[in-house]
């Protein structure tokens, strides 16, 4: 394979219509999938919002309660099914082709239809407000039997628009998981065996295999919710033998899982980035790659850790704290590669390295607490309190949240092809970190204090912390800001980005800023050597300063 | 529409793959639906709604006879493919739809003359859940053998890679045996 024809030009279609179409290009649907995700962030922060409006005073005094419940229903499902899946789901658009060498997904087509069904179910989702009785108001959990009431006996109503939305998010992701498992497996560039692959990839596929093998249970959960709610069947109703509990064991073996389905990829980026801004390789790349397929296997026997309270047997509380406790080595393995890649490291604080540092400060946090509520006692003690509230914000904003943030940042200029302004992005830094801190700590002492979610007033005792982390809230709030002005300004005018602006290690980094539409076409580098070979000085593929130096040319003509 | 021309045409190489791990996949739901009829059974008091005797096995045991025989019959429709015979494959496999269209066909006979409906308990709502369910597949299935059927009619459809085919009957098979382990569960399982 030469590189006589490499590289390939930039490309030549960038006219913005295309981002609003069905389009089957990779690239352009991981931008669809980013940009649709925010959107209904802001929607799901505007509810945050409203309840941290109602909870900074004791008294129930901004919305109706029973607004209020179906707020935080909607904040929760928002957030889970239409932010962080589809920016994810984005994020693995863009990059997976591009890091393993691929022109496209296996499916493209696929690919656009599971895009699509997002805008559908969201619109369904949103459209639940306006119906007669308003949205589902059961929590994101939707347990029964409260998710099978219909008092106002419409056949459309908000709890059954909700299950209809949820399922098709499902068969997306299916169809998304699909997609990305078989890219992987099968489109990778010559050489590049599963020991050479990026972490992003590994993290992914492991992410993915779990939608593969926990979502059709939850499907099948919320088939059979759906036929109580509105069909008479009575699976999940004693009255006529069923059973509730049941539900939440379909419920949590998928929804276990799906935390890791949000947070291996961000374990990727992690991986990705503190390389890059340490100067270092990769500590312990091998163990990484394998941590995450452990996680994985344990991760799906841990569920019932949701359900200590709700009448399981005594067998299955031991097993569950076990097995969830387990889930802590591996974890813990990859959080020591992280502090071995930066230890003597020469760290370039950058926009997107903070937000990694924040994010492991913050997933480190949450890690002890999980462990906390892994224990029985402890869990007994404070679940459903807003001890849990904190423990999986820090999670899913102090930790996911923050490292999709640092992966926009970092690969902003590759795919869009200009540079992201540093001031305006550790402004954002710094508004994140402080408000998610101070927004989700006070929820500790909160749930340790016994004060429980999901209610809108609460007694006067609890207004010190609760006033804090409404103002963290707020500030959360405003943190959007610099970062959308960020996005757009960049976007239009920011600095043109050369092919690798942070002198990063990568295929996708061979190729020009933003790629073409094929990405490497038919002259896909062979690789030849393991990622994150930072200060090793050995190349990554074939040919490699060739390629380079013809970006660099490239770049210099334009 | 701006659908782009010609780069991102679908691979077809990958299709089998896709499908396999789809049928991977797919397979959770009956095992989520399975596992919930045990547990829902093994817990119930009273299983049998009041009237209700247990369930005829003779039906459904013919019925299992020619959900089996035909995933053997759409195994010789694919012997003949990959030896060139379009002929024997297209006998094959119409007769392995016709045998999916009588399994079809045998369970509306026994579902029109059940005591019981969907609303009767959780026997009702899981027998005709599982069933039902699982006989959407077997629609499928037909539906797709039937799809592949028109494609062999088109000149050197069939000439290089047969994925359809082999996909097709792939999810045939994997139909079958969830059927048998339904019908253990649900027919040969009958005390509790
Ligand atoms: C060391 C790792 C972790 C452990 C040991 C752990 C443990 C737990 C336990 C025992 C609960 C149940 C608390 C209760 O309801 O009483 C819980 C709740 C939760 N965790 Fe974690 N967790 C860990 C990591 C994560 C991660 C990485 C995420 C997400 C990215 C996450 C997200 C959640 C969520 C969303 C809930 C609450 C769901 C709800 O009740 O609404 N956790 N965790
Ligand atoms: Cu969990």
Same mark, same amino acid.
């Given at each position: 394979m030469t590189s006589a024809t490499f590289p390939p030009s930039p490309p030549e279609n960038t006219s913005w219509s295309r981002y609003f179409g069905f389009n089957t290009d990779a690239k352009v649907i991981g931008i669809q999938y980013i940009v649709t995700a925010f959107f209904f962030f802001l929607i799901g922060g505007l509810l945050a919002m409203i309840i941290r409006g109602e909870l900074i005073t004791p008294a129930a005094d901004l919305v109706d309660r029973t607004v209020y419940n179906g707020i935080y229903t909607m904040h929760g499902t928002i957030m889970l099914f239409l932010f962080i899946f589809p920016v994810l789901n984005g994020l693995n658009n863009l990059l997976i082709p591009t890091m393993i060498g691929a022109p496209d997904m296996a499916f493209p087509r696929l690919n656009a239809v599971a895009f699509w069904l997002v805008p559908i179910f969201g619109a369904l989702l949103i459209g639940s407000?306006?119906?007669? =009785?308003?949205? &589902? %108001? /059961?929590? +994101? +959990? /939707?347990? $029964?039997p409260v998710s099978t009431q219909n008092p106002l006996g419409h056949f459309i109503n908000g709890q059954g628009l909700w299950i209809t939305a949820v399922a098709l998010s499902g068969v997306s992701s299916i169809m998304g998981a699909l997609n990305f498992v078989t890219t992987i497996l099968r489109m990778r560039a010559p050489g590049m065996g599963f020991f050479r692959m990026p972490v992003f990839c590994w993290t992914a596929l492991a992410a993915q295999s779990l939608q593969l093998i926990g979502l059709p249970a939850l499907t099948g959960g919320a088939v059979m919710l759906l036929m109580d709610l /509105?069909?008479? !069947? /009575?699976? %999940?109703q004693p009255e006529g033998g069923g059973d509730p509990v049941l539900y939440q064991h379909f419920f949590w073996f998928y929804s276990h899982p799906a935390v890791y389905v949000i947070i291996l990829p961000v374990f990727g980026i992690f991986s990705e980035l503190f390389p890059v801004y340490s100067r270092k390789p990769l500590f312990g790349y091998v163990y990484v790659c394998l941590a995450s397929f452990i996680i994985v296997a344990l991760g799906l026997v841990v569920w019932v850790h949701h359900m200590f309270p709700s009448g399981v047997a005594q067998w299955m509380r031991n097993f569950f704290m076990f097995s969830t406790m387990l889930i802590a080595v591996p974890t813990g393995v990859k959080v020591f590669a992280w502090l071995g890649t930066i230890w003597r490291g020469k760290l370039r604080l950058t926009t997107p390295m903070l937000f990694c540092l924040g994010g492991l400060f913050n997933f480190v946090f949450a890690g002890i607490t999980g462990i906390m509520l892994a224990t029985v006692p402890v869990d007994i003690h404070v679940s459903n309190t807003y001890f849990v509230v904190g423990h999986f914000h820090y999670v899913i904003y102090g930790a996911a949240v923050m490292g999709i943030f640092a992966a926009i940042y970092h690969w902003f200029p590759k795919f869009i092809g200009r540079m992201p302004y540093e001031g305006l992005g550790k402004v954002h830094f710094l508004f994140t970190f402080v408000g998610a801190n101070l927004n989700f700590l006070p929820m500790h002492p909160l749930g340790l204090m016994g004060m429980p979610r999901r209610v809108s007033s609460y007694d006067p005792e609890f207004a010190f912390w609760n006033v804090l982390a409404s103002l963290g809230a707020f500030l959360l709030g405003v943190s959007i800001i610099p970062f959308l002005l960020n996005m757009v300004s960049s976007w239009v005018r920011g600095p043109k980005a050369p092919h690798n602006p942070w002198n990063a290690i990568g295929l996708e980094w061979l190729l020009p800023s933003p790629p073409p539409e094929d990405n490497f076409g038919e002259h896909v580098p062979t690789v030849i050597a393991r990622p994150y070979g930072y200060g090793t000085g050995? $190349? @990554?593929?074939?040919h490699q300063a060739e390629i380079e130096n013809q970006l660099t040319l490239q770049e210099a003509s334009a | 529409m701006t659908a782009t021309p010609h780069l991102n045409t679908e691979h077809p190489k990958h299709n089998l793959t896709g499908f396999i791990i789809f049928l991977c996949s797919e397979s959770v739901i009956f095992l989520a639906f399975f596992s919930g009829f045990a547990l829902l059974k093994t817990a119930a008091l009273n299983w049998l709604p009041p009237g209700v005797e247990g369930l005829e096995w003779r039906t459904p045991l013919l019925n299992t006879v020619v959900l089996i025989s035909s995933s053997g019959t759409i195994w010789l429709a694919e012997r003949c493919m990959s030896k060139g015979n379009l002929m024997g494959f297209r006998a094959f496999w119409l007769l392995t739809m016709a045998l999916g269209a009588y399994f079809l066909y045998g369970q509306a006979l026994e579902w029109s003359g @059940?005591? *019981? =409906? @969907? !609303?009767?308990g959780v026997f009702g709502g899981t027998f005709y859940l599982l069933t039902g369910f699982h006989g959407l597949h077997v629609a499928t299935g037909v539906f797709l053998m039937g799809l592949m059927l028109v494609k062999s *009619?088109? $000149?050197?459809?069939? &000439?290089?890679?047969e994925q359809g085919v082999q996909a097709t009957s792939l999810f045939w098979h994997f139909v079958d045996v969830i059927w048998i382990i339904l019908f253990v569960l649900i027919y040969v399982w009958q005390r509790s």
């Amino acid at each position: 394979m030469t590189s006589a024809t490499f590289p390939p030009s930039p490309p030549e279609n960038t006219s913005w219509s295309r981002y609003f179409g069905f389009n089957t290009d990779a690239k352009v649907i991981g931008i669809q999938y980013i940009v649709t995700a925010f959107f209904f962030f802001l929607i799901g922060g505007l509810l945050a919002m409203i309840i941290r409006g109602e909870l900074i005073t004791p008294a129930a005094d901004l919305v109706d309660r029973t607004v209020y419940n179906g707020i935080y229903t909607m904040h929760g499902t928002i957030m889970l099914f239409l932010f962080i899946f589809p920016v994810l789901n984005g994020l693995n658009n863009l990059l997976i082709p591009t890091m393993i060498g691929a022109p496209d997904m296996a499916f493209p087509r696929l690919n656009a239809v599971a895009f699509w069904l997002v805008p559908i179910f969201g619109a369904l989702l949103i459209g639940s407000f306006f119906v007669p =009785g308003g949205p &589902a %108001y /059961s929590g +994101w +959990w /939707s347990y $029964p039997p409260v998710s099978t009431q219909n008092p106002l006996g419409h056949f459309i109503n908000g709890q059954g628009l909700w299950i209809t939305a949820v399922a098709l998010s499902g068969v997306s992701s299916i169809m998304g998981a699909l997609n990305f498992v078989t890219t992987i497996l099968r489109m990778r560039a010559p050489g590049m065996g599963f020991f050479r692959m990026p972490v992003f990839c590994w993290t992914a596929l492991a992410a993915q295999s779990l939608q593969l093998i926990g979502l059709p249970a939850l499907t099948g959960g919320a088939v059979m919710l759906l036929m109580d709610l /509105s069909f008479g !069947t /009575s699976f %999940y109703q004693p009255e006529g033998g069923g059973d509730p509990v049941l539900y939440q064991h379909f419920f949590w073996f998928y929804s276990h899982p799906a935390v890791y389905v949000i947070i291996l990829p961000v374990f990727g980026i992690f991986s990705e980035l503190f390389p890059v801004y340490s100067r270092k390789p990769l500590f312990g790349y091998v163990y990484v790659c394998l941590a995450s397929f452990i996680i994985v296997a344990l991760g799906l026997v841990v569920w019932v850790h949701h359900m200590f309270p709700s009448g399981v047997a005594q067998w299955m509380r031991n097993f569950f704290m076990f097995s969830t406790m387990l889930i802590a080595v591996p974890t813990g393995v990859k959080v020591f590669a992280w502090l071995g890649t930066i230890w003597r490291g020469k760290l370039r604080l950058t926009t997107p390295m903070l937000f990694c540092l924040g994010g492991l400060f913050n997933f480190v946090f949450a890690g002890i607490t999980g462990i906390m509520l892994a224990t029985v006692p402890v869990d007994i003690h404070v679940s459903n309190t807003y001890f849990v509230v904190g423990h999986f914000h820090y999670v899913i904003y102090g930790a996911a949240v923050m490292g999709i943030f640092a992966a926009i940042y970092h690969w902003f200029p590759k795919f869009i092809g200009r540079m992201p302004y540093e001031g305006l992005g550790k402004v954002h830094f710094l508004f994140t970190f402080v408000g998610a801190n101070l927004n989700f700590l006070p929820m500790h002492p909160l749930g340790l204090m016994g004060m429980p979610r999901r209610v809108s007033s609460y007694d006067p005792e609890f207004a010190f912390w609760n006033v804090l982390a409404s103002l963290g809230a707020f500030l959360l709030g405003v943190s959007i800001i610099p970062f959308l002005l960020n996005m757009v300004s960049s976007w239009v005018r920011g600095p043109k980005a050369p092919h690798n602006p942070w002198n990063a290690i990568g295929l996708e980094w061979l190729l020009p800023s933003p790629p073409p539409e094929d990405n490497f076409g038919e002259h896909v580098p062979t690789v030849i050597a393991r990622p994150y070979g930072y200060g090793t000085g050995e $190349p @990554l593929v074939e040919h490699q300063a060739e390629i380079e130096n013809q970006l660099t040319l490239q770049e210099a003509s334009a | 529409m701006t659908a782009t021309p010609h780069l991102n045409t679908e691979h077809p190489k990958h299709n089998l793959t896709g499908f396999i791990i789809f049928l991977c996949s797919e397979s959770v739901i009956f095992l989520a639906f399975f596992s919930g009829f045990a547990l829902l059974k093994t817990a119930a008091l009273n299983w049998l709604p009041p009237g209700v005797e247990g369930l005829e096995w003779r039906t459904p045991l013919l019925n299992t006879v020619v959900l089996i025989s035909s995933s053997g019959t759409i195994w010789l429709a694919e012997r003949c493919m990959s030896k060139g015979n379009l002929m024997g494959f297209r006998a094959f496999w119409l007769l392995t739809m016709a045998l999916g269209a009588y399994f079809l066909y045998g369970q509306a006979l026994e579902w029109s003359g @059940l005591q *019981f =409906g @969907l !609303t009767s308990g959780v026997f009702g709502g899981t027998f005709y859940l599982l069933t039902g369910f699982h006989g959407l597949h077997v629609a499928t299935g037909v539906f797709l053998m039937g799809l592949m059927l028109v494609k062999s *009619f088109i $000149p050197q459809n069939y &000439a290089g890679g047969e994925q359809g085919v082999q996909a097709t009957s792939l999810f045939w098979h994997f139909v079958d045996v969830i059927w048998i382990i339904l019908f253990v569960l649900i027919y040969v399982w009958q005390r509790s």
